[in-house]
Each structure stands twice: as structure tokens, then as C-alpha cells.
């Protein structure tokens, strides 16, 4: 076995850790209902013989959270460490990689275990002889902004579900700019509406029971009434744009939150205080943060991070999730943070 392996195994077999053991083949309706379709179109599927949709293993994180819970751990303090092979489809290239990682729940200390989490993953690249790079990200904070800037509550959720997927905020948020000032006054009933679609899916010969019925075509309908009625402050807009464009080195980005805090009267002193106590952790490694930076789940909770090659290739991300075991069932808030290492890079990038 190579040195650098022998260090990585070393790491993942350290006291206090119980080495996880997932099945290669899982179901996918895990997947699709946490992670969403643009993730499900990267699973490589099949069906058995139960009619149930398989998948080949495409991550650790998901599988593990639910063997926590269905071990009766909930609320315990748990470490799971992991080495094997995850599946994902690509345009080009293997759909095949070998993957390591760390997941810790449940501790006492959140911060002190995301720190864990980055010593590890620091740990586990450096054994294989290579210094990173790291871009981190709160979403903690950009909650924080959204929370407390001024705008109709129908948006909030809207803006957040966006959230790490940057083109598709961005044209949101131009939408949202370009809202005319006053709303259209001809607005219908819900009985209204209902009987309008009704005649319309009649006039099209189009059954009532099929698709969405005309009471759900009417509720959407009131949905963007009440949408097209619920305006954004520009400077609300301004706030958000001025948010998500920071890229900087973590020194300057934080003086450019805190300013931007101060002009909108927002309180960002613990997520701030957070990626300070990080950056620590980080060391003399080259930090940057990136306000529009989020992994594209929405069990996301605090400091996001991606540590990098020189060259811009992802080493290691992770972060904490904290929301992820009340989404799998848990009856109260359990804390999470966890990282992948991508092994086969890592051994590219050592030239091995």
C-alpha cells in the first residue's frame, strides 16, 4: 500500500471513529426527495424485482444519517469514517471514483466538530504530499440576511431555495428588479378562478380528473396573483446583488459584510464570529469567501467549504448540515458536519 493510503487509512481508523458500512446498492427515493432531480439525473438507476428504484451508492452522507437514526443513535454522539467507491454520471469521463470522509453527529460542540471535520480533510490531502486552497461560504449568514432585510415573506423562501445556484438567483432576482410598480387590480376569486379553469380544460376537451384539477390550477393562480402583488424594496434588491457578488480574501470579505450589515441594520455577529474561529482552523492556508457560495442541497445549515488543487480541482468540500436528520424524521434538531475527500484526484495530483 502506498505511504500517502496508509496515512489516509490511518486517519480514518483514529480512536473514536466507527467505520461505516453502506451497501453499494440503495434506494433512490431518498435521493430524489432530499437532493432533488438535477442530483437524481446523476444517479445511475435500476429496478429490482420489487418495483422499487435502485441506485449504485452515489453518496456516503445520506446513507450513513439514516443508519444513525435507525440504530436508535438519535441524540448520541457519533463518528463515521468511510473509504469506497461512489457512482455518479458524467458527460465525460469516469462515472466511477473512490471517495473518503468523515461524518460526525450529534456532538456536544457543533464548532468543535467542524473544526474536527477541517483537520481532517486538511490532514487527508497533506497526505498525499499537497497544499490547498480553500473558498468557504455561510449560509448561516446569507439566512441571516434574508431573514432580516425588508421584503414580503412570500419571497423569502423563494430567494433561499435558490440559494447556491447562482444564474438561477441572479434571473430572480432581475425579475424581481423589474416588477412593475403597481399590480395588475383585476384579481379573481378562488371560486372564480376554479370555474375558469374548469371551462377552459372543457373548451380544450381536456378531462377534470387528470393532471392538476381546476381547484389546483386556481390555487396556483392566486399563488402568482399574490406573487405579482408582493414587491421587493429596490434597495432590499441592492442589499442581496451587493451580498452574493463578495469574492474576496476572508479579511476584506468580512469588513465589506459588516459594512454592509451596518447600512441595513442586520445582525451577522455570530456567523461572522463562526467563520473567524474556521479560518483559524485553516491556518496559514490561502482562505477565500464566496457569498454566493452553497452546496445545492437545501440541509445546509452553517460554514460550507471546498478546499482546491492549485490548479482548481475540488480535493475535499463539506460543511455542516444540520437540517438533514429532521428531514430524514428526526423529532428535534441534531447537529452534523461531515466532508468527502476525493481520493482518486488526490492520487493524480501526487502523480501516483
Not at 458524467?90 to 468523515?102: C, I, K, M, S, Y
Not at 373548451?203 to 381547484?215: F, H, I, V
Request: charged content about 20%.
Amino acid at each position: 500500500m502506498p505511504a500517502p493510503q496508509q496515512k489516509l487509512e490511518a486517519l480514518l481508523a483514529a480512536d473514536g471513529m466507527t467505520r461505516a458500512d453502506v451497501p453499494i446498492l440503495l434506494p433512490a427515493d431518498p435521493y430524489f426527495d432530499l437532493a432533488g432531480e438535477e442530483f437524481g439525473q446523476r444517479l445511475l438507476l435500476t429496478v429490482g424485482a420489487d418495483d422499487v428504484e435502485y441506485c449504485l451508492r452515489p453518496d456516503f452522507t445520506l446513507p450513513i444519517a439514516q443508519t444513525y437514526l435507525g440504530n436508535g443513535s438519535a441524540g448520541s454522539p457519533a463518528a463515521y469514517s468511510y473509504l469506497g467507491r461512489i457512482f455518479r454520471q458524467r458527460a465525460t469521463g469516469p462515472a466511477e471514483f473512490q471517495q473518503a470522509g468523515l461524518e460526525l453527529i450529534g456532538q456536544p460542540d457543533a464548532g468543535a466538530a467542524l473544526d474536527q471535520v477541517l483537520r481532517f480533510a486538511m490532514d487527508a490531502i497533506g497526505a498525499y504530499g499537497i497544499t490547498p486552497r480553500a473558498t468557504i461560504g455561510s449560509v448561516e449568514l446569507f439566512e441571516r440576511f434574508l431573514k432580516q432585510l425588508d421584503m414580503p415573506d412570500v419571497w423569502r423562501p423563494r430567494i433561499r431555495h435558490r440559494f447556491g445556484h447562482p444564474l438561477a438567483l441572479s434571473r430572480l432576482l432581475e425579475r424581481l428588479k423589474n416588477q412593475p410598480d403597481e399590480a395588475d387590480s383585476s384579481t379573481a376569486s378562488h371560486d372564480q378562478l376554479v370555474e375558469q379553469a374548469t371551462i377552459a380544460l372543457l373548451d380544450a376537451g381536456m378531462s377534470l380528473e387528470a393532471s392538476r384539477s381546476p381547484a389546483e390550477i386556481a390555487d396556483r393562480m392566486l399563488e402568482k396573483q399574490a406573487l405579482a402583488a408582493a414587491h421587493v424594496p429596490p434597495e432590499t434588491l441592492s442589499a442581496l446583488a451587493a451580498y452574493l457578488e463578495i469574492s474576496s480574501d476572508l479579511g476584506p470579505a468580512i469588513e465589506t459584510i459588516e459594512a454592509l450589515a451596518r447600512t441595513h441594520k442586520i445582525d451577522v455577529d455570530a456567523p461572522l464570529n463562526a467563520l473567524r474561529q474556521h479560518a483559524e482552523t485553516l491556518g496559514a492556508m490561502s482562505v477565500r469567501f464566496e457569498g454566493s457560495f452553497s452546496p445545492r442541497l437545501d440541509y445546509y445549515t452553517g460554514i460550507v467549504f471546498e478546499l482546491m488543487s492549485a490548479d482548481g480541482k475540488v480535493l475535499s468540500s463539506g460543511g455542516q448540515y444540520d437540517r438533514l436528520l429532521q428531514r430524514l424524521g428526526a423529532g428535534e434538531k441534531i447537529t452534523a458536519s461531515g466532508c468527502a475527500v476525493w481520493v482518486d484526484r488526490l492520487a493524480r495530483e501526487a502523480g501516483q
